[in-house]
Nanobody, 123 residues
Framework: QVQLVESGGGLVQAGGSLRLSCAAS????????LGWFRQAPGKEREFVAA????????RYADSVKGRFTISRDNTKNTVYLQMNSLKPEDTAVYYC????????????????WGQGTQVTVSS
């Protein structure tokens, strides 16, 4: 049974930082590209960042480029999202997702999803 469990969300002031983690089990972690997506109340789910199986290729949404960094540790079956210079518009539930093989920024291409972690940025 595949499980993705996010952690690290919380309440932070604008300009602050958070580091999200997503621990995976039940799959061959190094065979999966990983992605982070987010959904704010009343809005569509949107792509945030993705990382290839080896970690050598990353992609970011324009809205987070230069502020967020995605990384992974294949020895710990964990993917991270370092979020700096947070803005109130970053407030959302953040989800990690796993996709067999290639990196993608398309949520429909991801098979496995975590339950999400809330990030709230106050102004």
């Amino acid at each position: 049974q595949v499980q993705l469990v996010e952690s690290g969300g919380g309440l932070v002031q604008a300009g602050g930082s958070l580091r999200l983690s997503c621990a995976a089990s039940g799959l061959t972690f190094s065979s999966y590209a990983l992605g982070w997506f987010r959904q704010a109340p009343g809005k569509e789910r949107e792509f945030v960042a993705a990382i290839s199986r080896s970690g050598g290729d990353t992609r970011y949404a324009d809205s987070v480029k230069g502020r967020f960094t995605i990384s992974r540790d294949n020895t710990k079956n964990t993917v991270y999202l370092q979020m700096n210079s947070l803005k109130p518009e970053d407030t959302a539930v953040y989800y990690c997702a796993a996709r067999l093989l290639g990196i993608s920024n398309n949520a429909d291409m991801y098979r496995y999803w975590g339950q999400g972690t809330q990030v709230t940025v106050s102004s």
